[in-house]
């Protein structure tokens, strides 16, 4: 297996939201990849549940999930949450991949 690399990046905003969901979704098949959204975004979420494909959906990582949560069943929690400390790790992550590669 080679080291991770980003395979696409998809900047486009058309008019209807729903073209931007179905071009992120041919994407991840073509790339044979999974998703890790933000877990507000509800809509892309329903959008690939709907077509049968939110199994394209990482799952929360473990390092994402608050003692609080962990009590649930997390294993079904989809994205990660929009906080700071993740979003600066986030930062953090993508600073180290673009230094090492």
């Given amino acids: 297996m080679d080291d991770p690399k980003y395979v696409a990046i998809y900047k486009d905003r058309p008019r209807d939201i729903r073209q931007a969901y179905e ?3 041919k ?3 073509w790339y044979n ?3 890790m959204l ?3 975004k509800i809509s892309i979420q329903k959008f690939l549940q709907e077509r049968k494909a939110d199994d394209r959906l990482m799952k929360r990582p473990e390092f994402a999930v608050s003692t609080k949560t962990k ?3 997390t294993k079904k929690l989809i ?3 929009g906080t700071e400390a993740v979003i600066k ?3 953090e992550l993508i600073s180290n991949f673009l230094n090492d590669y």
């Fill in 23 to 25: 071009t992120a979704h």
């Fill in 27 to 29: 994407l991840l098949v």
């Fill in 33 to 35: 990849c999974n998703a």
């Fill in 38 to 40: 933000e877990y507000t």
């Fill in 71 to 73: 009590k649930l069943v």
């Fill in 79 to 81: 994205g990660l949450p």
């Fill in 89 to 91: 790790h986030g930062l």
